[in-house]
């Protein structure tokens, strides 16, 4: 068994509201019961961190190491976000140009946050391995539950199938 570590907790609340608590939001008071509850919560999540990491880096400036962001992936995805945003001015719907950049935008911070974040950590790739095949029992475990109830139900048919 692991044991958490003083220095790891931010990473651990981190892997676990992203990645074994927001998959699981739903809501059904919304038209779309999933997507606007997951990127509210996705979003509050990255500025809660971002928040995080800059009162972080103001107490210890060498608490992350800022020179991962010279890796290539960095510069060309803020590229691309900045097309993304140029692209607004030519949208035919602004306001779904607008959420699309926002999406983009949020994703970009949350990669960064997230690589800085597991770049701190000695064994991150173990802790987050291990995080990702809990969250896929957890999502295999969902799905045979669905298959089973409609199987009971006498239900699954082709269109049945799209609802697992």
Do not use: C
């Amino acid at each position: 068994m692991y044991k958490i570590d003083k220095s790891n907790l931010p990473l651990f609340i981190f892997l676990i509201i992203s990645v074994l608590i927001i998959p699981f939001l739903y809501t059904t008071s919304s038209l779309d019961p999933a997507y606007i509850t997951r990127f509210l919560a996705f979003s509050v999540l990255t500025f809660l961190f971002f928040i995080f990491f800059i009162i972080r880096t103001l107490r210890d400036p060498g608490y992350f190491d800022l020179a991962l962001l010279r890796n290539y992936i960095f510069p060309v995805w803020a590229v691309y976000i900045l097309f993304v945003g140029l692209s607004i001015i030519q949208a035919e719907n602004t306001t779904e140009a607008i959420a699309d950049f926002l999406k983009h935008f949020t994703v970009f911070i949350y990669f960064i946050l997230s690589s800085l974040l597991l770049s701190r950590v000695r064994n991150s790739y173990d802790i987050l391995s291990k995080t990702v095949t809990i969250f896929s029992l957890l999502i295999l475990l969902i799905g045979i539950y669905q298959i089973y109830d409609l199987l009971i139900k006498g239900e699954f048919d082709h269109q049945a199938s799209y609802y697992v």
